[in-house]
């Protein structure tokens, strides 16, 4: 056994004694000790860092402004609730939280989210979701206080709504700030209501900026790390000096909960949205009347199209036109390829939807263009975008189904954000106490599928769901199972057809039986 091993193996024999293991450890202590009392050289003297300047402390800004926050409580029908929770998402809202009024079987349901007071007037900022299809709305305070609230608007497209309490206390309030202003690493505060637990606050830091996450044409959402869970949707984003710079509105989680990362819409579009909804109800876009889709590297070598500063190919590649609209009657073509409007750089088709949603109806805009392998400038003038939830509602549903369908147009197609190439009939309305209503079918739903047949049209839908309905006549199964599209989601749907007849089909707007 040579020196070395003889070594190793005495010294494992006396790390076995306690004595001894001991008096090493005193050894090597005192070894420690006497090493830190060597002199340290002037130059690499450290200045003390104090705790605050290591953590911030949030305590006098949440109790500044926590009387702002406020819990929303919204009564929906029971069915509506409960579907809205099994469609798998992957990217979920952050609520609402929901549950049955006093436990038991009730046909309604309890969403709850979280909202904030913009004005000592008693308007109350949220999220579209958290009061969609609700019945009624009620508001608590910090201190407790239940009001009654009224819907003043909603805007689905960026999921933003404005409710209304009257009272005559003295309300407090909170201002928006500048989001545009804010940098990834920045501390931040969120405050709402999550699992029902009113007046919980979380903190953590900006993450990345202008996130698309698919859920909308207008997604530019801050991401965040503070903790966010169901029941957080609608409550306020703040830094530190008070402001509100966004709306806690999603999270994405394979599980339902928490991970770690969020997502808040925007101060500089909640400001722009809440100020159309005050004033008229509703929100006014600009509309160009294109689909579009990014440039790849591959695509923008078959098109001959031009590298930007980077090197990367961008702008939004023209895939269709729509018939009649601004696009069309400035000379818009498929391949077209939209790189800047009205001066503002376009690199992502989403860039455009932003800057013609922001634009005013009726304007002029020139949209710099590449066209077989060279720029040009189009001059074009904007409509107003139509076709929001509350427009297609007016269909009359007929029929014993309850439903009545449209087909996809390109308004409802940027509406609903339904992909490029997803073809199918919209669910333009559904009767309340019809069956259609008990499956959980929602107005804005795009039926893409009945059983495993594909759907590619509003009349299509109709002959085959009567088509369905003559077979569960002659001995076939009597449920219809619906393959849908929801808020960027497919799940498959059942309706129970026992009771409906063969002449009682959906009734189509653009068909004859319509």
């Known amino acids: 056994m040579t020196n070395l091993v003889r070594s190793i193996a005495v010294s494992r024999r006396r790390a076995r004694h306690p004595f001894i293991g001991g008096a090493m450890a005193a050894i090597l202590m005192a070894s420690t000790a006497l090493t ?129 309490i009257t009272t005559s206390q003295k309300l407090p309030f909170i201002s928006l700030g500048d989001s545009a202003a804010v940098r990834p690493g920045e501390w931040v505060v969120a405050m709402g209501n999550p699992f029902g637990l009113g007046g919980t606050v979380t903190a953590g830091i900006v993450s990345a900026l202008g996130r698309d996450i698919g859920s909308g044409p207008y997604d530019d959402y801050i991401q965040i790390d503070a903790p966010i869970n169901q029941g957080n949707s609608g409550g306020p984003l703040f830094t530190q000096d008070g402001r509100v710079i966004g709306i806690n509105t999603a999270i994405l989680s394979p599980t339902g909960g928490s991970v770690g990362i969020g997502f808040a819409i925007p101060a500089v579009i909640v400001r722009q949205v809440v100020a159309q909804l005050q004033n008229g109800g509703h929100v006014t876009r600009g509309y160009l009347g294109v689909e579009s889709q990014a440039v790849t590297p591959a695509m923008a070598a078959a098109l001959h199209l031009p590298r930007g500063a980077s090197g990367e190919p961008g702008g939004a590649l023209v895939a269709s036109v729509a018939p009649a609209s601004p696009a069309a009657r400035a000379g818009l073509e498929p391949g077209d390829v939209i790189v800047a409007l009205s001066g503002n750089p376009v690199k992502l088709p989403r860039d455009l939807a932003l800057a013609v949603a922001a634009a005013k109806p009726g304007d002029e805009a020139t949209l710099k263009i590449v066209r077989g392998g060279s720029e040009r400038d189009v001059s074009v003038k904007l409509a107003v975008l139509k076709a929001d939830p509350g427009t297609i509602a007016k269909t009359p549903a007929q029929g014993g189904l309850g439903l009545a369908l449209v087909p996809l147009t390109p308004e409802l197609r940027a509406e609903l954000s339904v992909p490029s190439g997803v073809k199918g009939a919209v669910v333009a309305n559904v009767v309340p106490g019809s069956v259609a209503e008990a499956s959980g079918l929602h107005q804005g739903d795009l039926i893409v599928g009945v059983g495993a047949k594909a759907i590619t049209s509003a009349q299509e839908a109709a002959r085959t769901i009567t088509s369905t309905l003559a077979n569960k006549e002659d001995g076939g199964n009597a449920a219809l199972a619906l393959r849908i599209l929801r808020d960027g989601r497919t799940a498959f749907v059942a309706v129970d057809i026992s009771g409906v007849s063969r002449a009682a089909e959906p009734a189509d707007a653009d068909s004859d039986a319509g």
């Not at 969609?132 to 206080?145: E, L």
Request: aromatic residues 2%; glycine residues 8%.
């Open 36 to 164: 830190a009392l060597a002199p340290v050289p002037a130059h690499a003297a450290e200045t003390p860092v104090t705790a605050s300047a290591r953590l911030p402390d949030f305590a006098d800004l949440v109790a500044r402004v926590k009387p702002a926050v406020v819990s929303i409580t919204a009564k929906m029908p029971a069915q509506t609730a409960s579907d809205e929770e099994d469609v798998p998402m992957p990217f979920g809202r952050g609520g609402p939280q929901q549950r049955r009024p006093g436990g038991g079987h009730s046909s309604m349901m309890e969403a709850r989210g979280s909202g904030f007071l913009i004005d000592a007037d008693g308007t109350v900022v949220t999220n579209n979701h958290v009061i969609r299809q609700a019945k009624s709305i009620s508001v608590t305070m910090s201190d407790g206080t239940e009001l009654p609230a009224k819907l003043i608007g909603t805007d689905p497209r960026t999921d933003i709504a404005v409710l209304k």
